[in-house]
């Protein structure tokens, strides 16, 4: 009877245990199909004005500007200005010492006097030696003698009249003067200091003068960007001294010759600079300020828009009654249809509309777009519900057919739940 009991006993335990492993078995698998349901913000589709912009960064620079280099070599025995000292047009900047220049000078005025003479002599002799050749008092040899001796002395009195001019310009260099009203902006001499120049090279710089009243942004814009800007944009800029000012510019300049950074590295970076004429007046602006200027390049009114972290890009995937390749295909029909395979599976730009609880995809063709929205030329109606969050939604977890919530309380990214 005890046996019996035992017996009776181990059935009944392992069948309740062979329930509860069914039962477990059975909400696994229950559960494993229950539909994800991923909680998304949505926004309407609107009519908008959309601006494109192109944002740079760069200096504050005048937008005329004079770098001063003498041309003659020496000691600076005048300096009357300072950096930041108002100049007008033949005011005189500074003054080189000039002693070995008067020499030169004076030398060449006296090689001057005694070629004249000699060219007078010559001349003299040359006309007396026509007149006794006319009488046949010389042979021709004579004559030709006499002429060349004038001729000679012609030109030795061409040499010493261009020495004394070169001379003369060479004293007049040492000293300089302004060659516009401006401010000089920048001086990197001291009085008594020596300084280079030369007329075939750049001497040494020795001061800036600038009008600051016309004052300019350079920026630098990258290759894609540029063929978007065009000469008269609007141009707002924000200058990193004046945080709470946004100043108004106008491109008027457009390089047509890229700069390059970093050639042949992996750092390689290709712009072109753009010049912005500021038009406010009424701010004090000092060359080599930072900033950032955003160039409006088009506006469009009255466009469908949608948030721009709408739009995002879905592979197509493979039909589910897409055949097995034959094994015996040959090699140029397999790289026909590798090149079709390509072709359609191409990313496309999609946004994802709240319908019925659903997400459908719907595919769309973009057009300009500015901070926020993006334009929408194709695909999409006014008023629709287009989901405009979370991020992580968007572009990694929704798929057309999808159960979605909304919810536009939330003001961070959704999460997923389960139903």
Known sequence: ????????????????????????????????????VYTVQTEKVQRRIITQTVTATGKIYPEVQVVITPEVSGEIITL???????????DLLLKIKPDIYIALRDRSAAELTSAKASLQRSESEYKRGNELFAKGLISNSELEQVHTSYEVAKAQFDQAQAALKQ????????????????????????????VLGTSQFQGTTVMTVADLSRMEARVDVGENDIILISIGDTARIEVDALPERKLTGVVYEIG????????????EVTNFEVKIRILDKDVTLRPGMSMTATIETETKHNVLAVPIQSVTTRTPGKGKGEEKKESDESDEMAASDSRIKQKEDKPKEVVFIADNNSAKMVEVKRGISDDSHTEITSGIEEGKEVVSGSYKAI?????????????????????TASK
């Open 256 to 267: 047509n010759t890229a700069k390059t950074k970093g050639l042949g590295t992996q750092e």
């Open 1 to 36: 009877m005890k046996n019996n009991k035992k017996s009776r006993k181990k059935v009944i335990i392992f069948s309740i245990a062979g329930v509860l492993l069914i039962v477990l078995t059975l909400l696994v698998i229950l559960g494993s199909k229950k539909e994800t």
């Open 167 to 194: 001379a003369d310009e060479n004293l007049a260099k040492s000293t300089i003067d302004s060659p516009m009203d401006g401010t000089v902006s920048q001086l990197k001499v001291e009085l008594g200091e020596r």
């Open 395 to 415: 572009n990694r977890e929704l798929e057309d057919g999808v159960k979605i919530k909304v919810d536009n309380a939330k003001k961070k990214p959704g999460t």
């Open 80 to 90: 009357p200005v300072k950096e930041g000292a108002k100049v007008k047009k033949g």
